[in-house]
């Protein structure tokens, strides 16, 4: 566990924080000192769950519910956070949902479905961290190596994470004159609770190998030589919001072992 608390006294929304790579973000930032707010659309029961590993962490943690798609939920949501912890220095912008259709398959409502959270909600939280951030502060929002990475089937996905990377270059322009940083998170091969169920997907044949053979598979894609870890992708987070980040912006960060490097 961090000992660095350099950000105590600093407040920190991290939207699909009840499990997964969500959760060991909430958890990393209060580590190193933040507050916490739980975003869940839901499992009340996980982002509890969540909620109280970070109270024992000795800083504030409160869940709130809120379905990043639709902007009056966003809206009110971060109001009720303001409302809350008086505050906001931190949002990363975490919620976002897969998806995988042949040609033949994909239909207009599907498209819609992928952009809504993974586009349209990811500026909504945006827009509302502009309206209640503090000078100085740090969005993070998050992409996917399938943004510069051809995966079959995988088109309407890769469209949306494709769209946030050039999102995040203008939402650094729109933020620099107060000093906000905007930079995005484009993680790859990490190990979650949906890993297997996806991992089946990306590989050929997968949906009919062990967990140790999917490992074995995707560990050749880094020249580490292992999958990530959701640990993995809340250090590199923590980095960007930390202090010490305040030149980066604008930027896409592959946090994918070295995948696919471009």
């Known amino acids: 566990m961090s000992t660095n608390k350099d950000l105590a006294g600093k407040v920190a929304i991290i939207t699909g924080s009840s499990r997964g790579i969500g959760a060991a973000i909430a958890l990393k930032l209060a580590q190193r000192g933040a507050d ?13 769950s969540v909620v109280e590993q970070i109270r024992a962490l000795d800083v504030r943690a409160i869940a709130f519910k809120a379905d990043v798609s639709k902007e009056e939920e966003v809206k009110a949501m971060f109001e009720s956070l303001h409302r809350e912890f008086g505050r906001l220095d931190i949002a990363v912008s975490n919620s976002g949902i897969e998806h995988f259709g042949s040609l033949s398959e994909v239909k207009g409502s599907d498209i819609d479905a992928v952009f809504a959270v993974n586009v349209k909600g990811q500026y909504f939280v945006a827009q509302q961290a502009y309206r209640f951030m503090g000078d100085y502060g740090r969005v993070i929002l998050t992409s996917s190596i399938s943004a510069v990475k051809g995966v079959p089937r995988h088109a309407v996905y890769a469209a949306s994470k494709a ?7 203008c939402l650094a322009m729109d933020f620099g004159p107060r000093n906000i940083t905007v930079n995005c998170i484009a993680a790859g091969g990490v190990k979650t609770d949906m890993y297997a169920e996806m991992s089946a997907k990306y590989i050929p044949g997968g949906d ?3 967990p140790q053979q999917i490992d074995d598979v995707l560990s050749k894609w880094s020249p580490m030589n292992r999958p990530g870890e959701v640990e993995d992708v809340a250090g590199v987070v923590s980095l960007i919001a930390s202090p010490e980040s305040q030149w980066l912006t604008g930027q896409t960060w592959q946090v994918s072992g070295g995948a696919y490097m471009v």
């Open 208 to 210: 009919k190998m062990s």
């Open 36 to 48: 916490i707010a739980v975003n869940y659309v839901s499992n009340a029961t996980a982002a509890e």
């Open 163 to 169: 769209a946030v990377q050039g999102m995040t270059k």
